[in-house]
């Protein structure tokens, strides 16, 4: 099983939809979570951090169920400029070293 | 800028050259990663300094492969007898604490041919 796998998608959606995105984690010691987007040919960019209580910024909520071990992110209204790959991240403690482990990403179309 | 940089932006070499690149993280930062990016998929970790320590190092980075960060503060990354495997983004991240956001430089986009 992978460390971190999401929603294979591709996702083709109108302007305006809800959208959610799922990732699944293997490693139950895992610290923390993370949303990144990542536009075509650049670099991920932090969206959001992933919270047991859950958080919301603006149109985006992220979950994180650390029973199931997995996260969560929910776009509504979306909008033409949130078409991208949406990246789920975990921080796992190995040792006493931290690693990033990204997701294989989620792409995202909003179309007008 | 007081982002992550990285240089080159872009690298096109012939097989069986060495490459090297340069990561410059945000100043303050302690913690620097290097990742690789392939089409279609997520960013895979290569290597990971705490300072001027080499904490870890994936399967993924053979022994072509080596990384060093002399004084804590910029980081090379280099590829010695490059294949046409290599060709990839590489990616440059670096953050000040455990469990605080990660930033990403633009990366470099390897082009082996």
């Known amino acids: 099983r992978k460390e971190v796998e999401q929603d294979p998608g591709p996702f083709n959606v109108p302007e305006g939809a809800t959208v959610a995105f799922n990732c699944t984690y293997s490693?139950?010691?895992?610290?923390?979570f993370f949303w990144y987007r990542q536009d075509c040919r650049k670099e991920p960019k932090l969206l959001m951090s992933v919270y047991s209580s859950g958080n919301e910024d603006g149109r985006f909520t992220a979950q994180l169920n650390r029973a199931s071990q997995y996260i969560s992110l929910l776009i509504r209204d979306s909008k033409l400029s949130d078409s991208a790959t949406y990246l789920c991240?975990?921080?796992?403690?190995?040792?006493?070293?931290?690693?990033?482990?990204f997701g294989k990403g989620t792409l995202l179309t909003v179309n007008p | 800028d007081t982002g992550v940089s990285q240089d080159p932006r872009h690298k096109i070499t012939k097989r069986g050259q060495n490459v090297t690149f340069r990561c410059d993280p945000i100043s303050e930062h302690n913690r620097l990663y290097w990742y690789r990016q392939t089409l279609g998929q997520g960013p895979e970790f290569l290597t990971y300094?705490?300072?001027?320590?080499?904490?870890?190092k994936s399967r993924l980075l053979s022994d072509r492969f080596s990384a060093e960060r002399p004084k804590g503060s910029f980081s090379t990354l280099e590829i010695q007898r490059t294949e046409q495997g290599d060709s990839a983004m590489y990616l440059c991240a670096s953050s000040l604490a455990t469990g605080s956001g990660y930033t990403f430089g633009s990366g470099t986009r390897l082009t082996v041919v």
């Open positions: 991240v975990v921080i796992s403690l190995g040792g006493s070293n931290y690693k990033l482990t």
């Open positions: 300094f705490q300072n001027e320590a080499q904490l870890e």
């Open positions: 490693n139950s010691a895992s610290q923390s």
